[in-house]
Every structure is written in C-alpha cells, then in structure tokens.
C-alpha cells in the first residue's frame, strides 16, 4: 500500500503512482466493515439539519400517521364486509366494498404523499449534509491529512453519507411506519379477541427466538464474504491502476490468478452463507406458517361455538401478519439505525475538526496595491508528527519586490517547506513569516495566498475542460484570457489540436496530455491568477529542450513585472536569478549570484558541477 508522508496533501496523494488502487482498496474497505454501533445518540447530530426543514417533517409525520392508519382501517373494513355484507341477502355487500375500495385509494394516497415528503425531507437534509462536509474537508489544511488518510475522507464523503441517506429518505419512515403498525395492530388485536392475543404473544418468542440467532450467524458470514470480496477488490484496483508495469513485467497470467483465487474465496465464504441463509428461510417459512395455522384453527374453533364472528377471525389474522411483518421490519431497520449511528459518528468526527490554519478573529488587511515582497526571519519549522527532524532551523531570507530568487540545495535542505510556509500551508513553531510587512499568521490565510500564483512540479489538473483548469487560477477569466496566457505558456497549439479546442474534458488529472502538456497548461493556469509572487516549483521540468526555451521566454516575461521565488535544480533557471540562496539542512548555506558563488568553491560549486545540467 502507498505510504502517505506527513507532508502529503490530498494531490500529493491522488497524483502518486497506485494512488487509484489505494484509494478502491481503502474505499473497498470501508464500504465491507461499517461497523454497527449500539450507541445511536450520534444521531442526535442530525437534528440542526432536520430544523431547517420543519414544515416539509410535519408534513411527512402527518402523512405517515394517515397511512398507517388507513392501512390498519382495512382490516375493520374487511371484517365489516364478511360479517355486514352477507347480512340480509347481501343487500349491503356492495356498499361495504365500496368502502373497502375507498379505504384502499385513501392509503394509496396517504403512502404516496407521505412516501415524497420524507423521501424530500430526507433528501434535502442529506444535500445540506454533503455540502456542510465537503466545505469542512476542504478547510482542513495538510497537517490534517498527514493523520487521515485521504481514501478514509472519501469514504466518508461517499459511504457513510449513503448509511445516512438510506437512513433518512427509507429506514425512518418504514421503522415508523412499522412502529405505529406495530402498536396500533396490537391495541387492535385486544379488542378483537384478548384471548387469541394473549396466547400468540406467550408463544411468539420461543417460535422466533431460534430465527434470530440463526440470523446473526448469516450476519457474521456476509461481513465475512465481503471482506474476502473488498480484498479482491483492492488487487484488481492496483493491478489496473499500474495495468503498464503489470503487462511489462509479463505478470498478467499471475494477476489473473491471484484475483481468481481471492474471488473464489470470496464464493467459498458466499457458499457457506446461501446454505445458512437457505436454512433459514426454511425455518421461517415452516415457523410462521405453522404459528399462522395454529392461530386459525384455535380462531376457528371459537368461530364453531360462536364466541367469534367469520369477519372478526379475518380481521385478527390479517392484524396479525401486519404485525408480525412489522417486528421482523423493525429488526431490519434497527440494523440500519446502527450502521447510519456509527456512519453518523464518523462524520461528525470531520465536521468538529478544526484546521490548524484558521484566519483570527480579527484579521490584519495586507496593504493594497500590494507589494509584493516576503520575507522569513529565523524561522525554525518540523513538520507534524516528526518534531525530532525539523526541516528549517533558524531560516531567514528577505525578497525584494520585483527581485528573482532561486532557492538551490540537495534534497530535503527545505526548498518546499519554504513554499509551503509563504503559502501558509503550515505556521513555524518559531520565527516570523511576512508578505508584504504583515505577519502572515495575523492575517486571513486566503488574503494570504492570494498574492501567490504556484507552479508545482507535479502540475495536478482536474478532469474538466482546458478552459476550466485555466479558470481555476481566476474564476473571472474569460476565453480569450486564456488563450493568452496558453499562448504566453506556449500551450495554445496543443489545446487548439485538440478534439474540442479548450472544452475538451482531460480526463482524470488530465491524463490524456503528455507530461509536458500538464505543465505548459499548469503555467497558464498560474499566469491568468495576476498575481503579485510567483512561486516556481522547477515549473519547466517535464519539458523537452525547445519547449523549455519558448516556456522559459514566457516565464521570463512574467517575472520581470512580479516577485519571484524559483525552486532551480537547471542551471538556465540559475542564471537568470537576480540571487541565489543555497540551502543545506533546513539553513542558509551560500548566498550571492552564480558567479560569485561558483567562485567560492563551497556547496553550490559542487552542486553545480554535480547536478546543473550545462545549456
């Protein structure tokens, strides 16, 4: 399974080889091992949302009263039409068919209307829900995702929500649906005949006692077949995920057997559970019928003596099936309450978290026309989780507005951190980190990274068109906004080769262009934000040679009116740096301009000679 780093974001995630399978197989399982929870006060948390909707719940609470009534109503009706309508010849049988008929279309009413109201209420509830999640989970800075991982988000975006949803829009209504029929059917059945009542409810438990506890070991062998299956499930996820490497590597044949076998665990476990569930329906079959029987021949026989009418018997059996479906459907729903309770919990565990990264009460304005410079002085910053390996120390560095810098050093000096910083993605533990003279942890984070356009160099897309992917560094942007600055990131011939021009969807992360595509698209997206600090992640590197010239030319446009911080390992991107800053664990190393650094003979001579590729 891919390891996620503590610094790891959710595009982090998403934009890793096998990141499709990490996210199935964790999504895989979640949906298998829901776990039931007794304790159903989470529930609790769902009556703000049912508040906003008041009227639309009164509505369905009346309807869902008139259903059940009208449904209990046809067993009085029936009886009157035995024992009423055979009365005096059958005059009146049609009259109390009539009513019977009646009877039945003020149900059919009543369950239709009440079946919309909930299903709405339910619905919109479920809407308000998705949408108060979503806005939290994107609030949560990546502090927050180094403890969860993403697939578990997700899932509770998507799974757990379901459990609610189901919840809500079906097992509510039929739980109180089958509450009041259950209730209002026994009240019924003592004034029908207490004695019959009375009996059935004595014998009730020992006939359905032996069908409960054979239910809970069919219960504990579906979570057991569905675990094997969510096994299945995650192999085949990775195997498509890295389809390529599988097929390179010749492992197809081995794939496919893997994944039949762990199928045909699953069938195995499957197999034991039918055969259960088979036995099962046996039992209730042969347990409700025969108590059916019994009840019948005892009513009949008091019917023989003329202590029971003939309509009185088909009004107590039929009472009796309501409520005996009534007590097997509220064992259903009460599995479902406890899943959606436990569904509940997990997601009121995101909606109370709050980000580490918050604007103050009240936010200090950064000054307006801005600026443009930052500057970070001694900071010393260790990412969550690794307070033992701080990746600054003491770190300082001024930029002037309008000024290039490029940031050099191996590999975890604190290069990105220092991106990570400006963007406030993180606050140090000490030190000060400023845009524009405004301490950036007094001001609002979004004012904050407003100023900053970012090119990163992995360059995750989204799976709409090239136009929007653009829009997505300035929402306002219009068409011909895009096409400059995809003309300026040398990215317009391409989008125009395209089937649909800038309204071609990319697919997934914009899998369907080339690496250097991403990253001319990435760049225009950055230019069209306008922003005042660009900050530059080695934004050419998936570029060929000549494509790399044209962007480098563009990018050299862009930085001669903006403050630019540049994250170099290419000598071409070095030499055009108003200064270089080398970094070596977390601190400034060297400072000056290629020449003079070059001349020293320290780190950066030895990482140029090294790792600089020659123009």
């Not at 068409?479 to 021009?501: N, S």
Request: proline content about 4%; cysteine-free; overall charge neutral.
């Amino acid at each position: 399974m891919t390891d996620v780093s503590p610094t790891a974001t959710p595009a982090d995630v998403q934009g890793r080889p096998g990141a499709g399978a990490l996210l199935v197989e964790q999504l895989g399982e979640a949906g298998s091992r829901r776990q039931k929870r007794k304790d159903i006060r989470p529930l609790g948390r769902l009556l703000p949302y049912l508040g906003k909707h008041k009227l639309d719940a009164l509505f369905a609470l009346f309807w869902l009263l008139a259903s059940t009534g009208a449904s209990l109503a046809l067993t009085a009706t029936a009886r009157g039409a035995i024992d009423q309508g055979f009365a005096g010849g059958g005059s009146h049988i049609n009259r109390w068919f009539l009513l019977l008929g009646v009877n039945a279309l003020i149900l059919g009413g009543a369950t239709a209307v009440r079946y919309f109201y909930v299903t709405k209420t339910g619905e919109r509830m479920i809407a308000d829900m998705r949408t108060a999640l979503f806005g939290r989970i994107l609030t949560l800075d990546p502090s927050f995702y180094a403890k969860m991982r993403t697939g578990e988000v997700l899932s509770r975006l998507t799974t757990d929500i379901a459990l609610v949803e189901t919840l809500l829009t079906t097992s509510v209504s039929f739980a109180l649906r089958n509450f009041l029929t259950l209730v209002g059917g026994i009240g019924m059945l003592f004034v029908v005949s207490p004695k019959l009542t009375g009996l059935v409810l004595l014998i009730a438990p020992v006939l359905l006692g032996p069908v409960f506890l054979f239910g809970r070991t069919v219960r504990k062998l579906t979570v057991a077949s569905q675990d094997r299956f969510a096994n299945a499930v995650g192999f085949a996820g990775e195997s498509v995920d890295a389809i390529e490497t599988v097929q390179a590597f010749g492992r197809v044949g081995s794939a496919i057997a893997r994944f039949g076998a762990a199928v045909e665990a699953a069938f195995a476990v499957s197999l034991t559970r039918m055969k259960a569930r088979a036995l099962m329906t046996a039992l209730v079959i042969v347990v409700m019928f025969g108590g059916v029987t019994l009840v019948l021949w005892l009513g009949a026989q008091d019917v023989v003596r003329g202590a029971m009418s003939p309509g009185a018997l088909l009004q107590f059996v039929l009472l009796s099936v309501f409520v005996a479906g009534a007590v097997g459907a509220l064992g259903e729903s009460w599995g479902d309450v406890q899943k959606a309770a436990g569904a509940m919990e997990r997601i009121d565990e995101l909606m109370r978290a709050t980000p580490d990264i918050a604007a103050p009460e009240k936010p200090v304005a950064l000054p307006s026309p801005p600026r443009g410079e930052v500057s970070m002085s001694a900071v010393a910053f260790a990412y969550p989780g690794r307070p033992d390996l701080p990746a600054l120390k003491g770190f300082s560095l001024t930029v002037r507005p309008g000024e290039t810098v490029a940031l050099v050093g191996p590999s975890g000096a604190g290069k990105s951190t220092v991106f990570r910083l400006l963007l406030r993605f993180y606050d140090p533990q000490a030190g000060v980190v400023s845009v524009d003279g405004v301490d950036v942890r007094a001001a609002d984070p979004t004012a904050v990274r407003n100023r900053f356009a970012w090119v990163s160099q992995e360059a995750p897309l989204f799976s709409g068109s090239a136009l929007e992917n653009i829009q997505f560094g300035r929402e306002d942007a219009t068409e011909e906004d895009a096409r400059a600055v995809a003309t300026e990131a040398q990215a317009l011939t391409f989008i125009d080769a395209l089937p649909e021009g800038f309204a071609t969807p990319l697919g997934e992360r914009g899998k369907s262009l080339s690496g250097g595509q991403r990253q001319r698209l990435a760049i225009a997206r950055a230019l069209v934000r306008d922003a005042p600090i660009l900050l530059l992640d080695e934004a050419t590197s998936a570029l060929d040679a000549e494509n790399e010239r044209l962007v480098q030319v563009a990018l050299d446009q862009a930085m001669e009116s903006r403050t630019t911080l540049v994250i170099a390992h290419r000598l071409a991107t070095v030499l055009r740096a108003d200064r270089i800053v080398v970094m070596e664990d977390g601190r400034v190393a060297e400072e000056g301009t290629h020449a003079e650094l070059v001349a020293k003979g320290g780190l950066y001579a030895r990482l140029a000679k090294l790792q600089f590729r020659a123009e």
